[in-house]
């Protein structure tokens, strides 16, 4: 699975959007990225995930360049509760359900 | 949308007791699911991976005669750690994933506190 770059920490004003960047430049064609947080002392949480064509859901919207070298989340309206960390992960569909490899991701902290 | 629950969601153990630790499907069939232990400011690390009706499969370094996994039925999995000792305090996470075959959404436990004293 590709090798994906985090900010380590980020912070963003309340009701302001969080774009959160993600670098990885190494991807494959049959790889898609997925967005996982984890708010403090609780399991991760699938945000949403994407090929090559940007997507949206209910929690936020994932912009993947046109090269899918990098991508970015974005929380359009962050709120306190949004303060988390956030995971960028490559994976292969090809290969199934996987267990996931979590880096150290972004710790957005959004401000009051 | 699918719901993974723990049981317990925190333990206190003395050093040389065992610990069991559940990990249930409430709302789907999970014929896998993944096993994590994640040490303060750390990230998440993948111990194992439990296979309904077969033996889980370890990763290099997790003793699987200390860490045994057992997955009796399509929406549980036991994670028991014997003779638990002050070093494997952790947060105990499980995961199942969720699907067509090849998805990998996946839906986490909200995670089991172990403090062995």
């Known amino acids: 699975d590709a090798k994906t770059t985090q900010p380590p920490s980020m912070d963003c004003a309340e009701g302001r959007a969080a774009n959160l960047p993600c670098n990885h430049s190494?991807?494959?064609?049959?790889?898609?990225v997925y967005w996982y947080r984890q708010i403090h002392s609780q399991g991760p949480q699938y945000i949403i995930h994407?090929?090559?064509n940007n997507e949206t859901n209910e929690m936020a919207s994932l912009i993947i360049t046109e090269d899918r070298k990098s991508s970015t989340l974005i929380l359009p309206h962050a709120t306190l509760r949004d303060t988390a960390v956030y995971y960028c992960i490559v994976i292969s569909r090809a290969t199934g359900r996987r267990a996931l490899t979590f880096g150290s991701g972004t710790r957005l902290q959004v401000q009051p | 949308g699918a719901v993974v629950s723990q049981h317990p969601s925190w333990v206190i153990c003395k050093s040389g007791t065992s610990v069991k630790i559940e990990c249930r499907s409430l709302d789907f069939q999970a014929t896998t699911m993944f096993w994590y232990r994640q040490f303060p400011k750390q990230s998440l690390m993948l111990m194992a991976t439990s296979n309904e009706g077969s033996k889980a499969t370890y990763e290099q370094g997790v003793e699987k005669d200390k860490f045994l996994i057992n997955h009796a039925s399509l929406t549980l999995s036991t994670l028991t750690v014997t003779s638990a000792h002050p070093e494997d305090s952790s947060f105990y996470i499980c995961s199942a994933p969720i699907g067509l075959a090849g998805e990998n959404e996946q839906f986490f436990g909200p995670g089991t506190r172990l403090t062995v004293l």
């Open positions: 190494t991807i494959s064609g049959n790889e898609y």
């Open positions: 994407g090929l090559k």
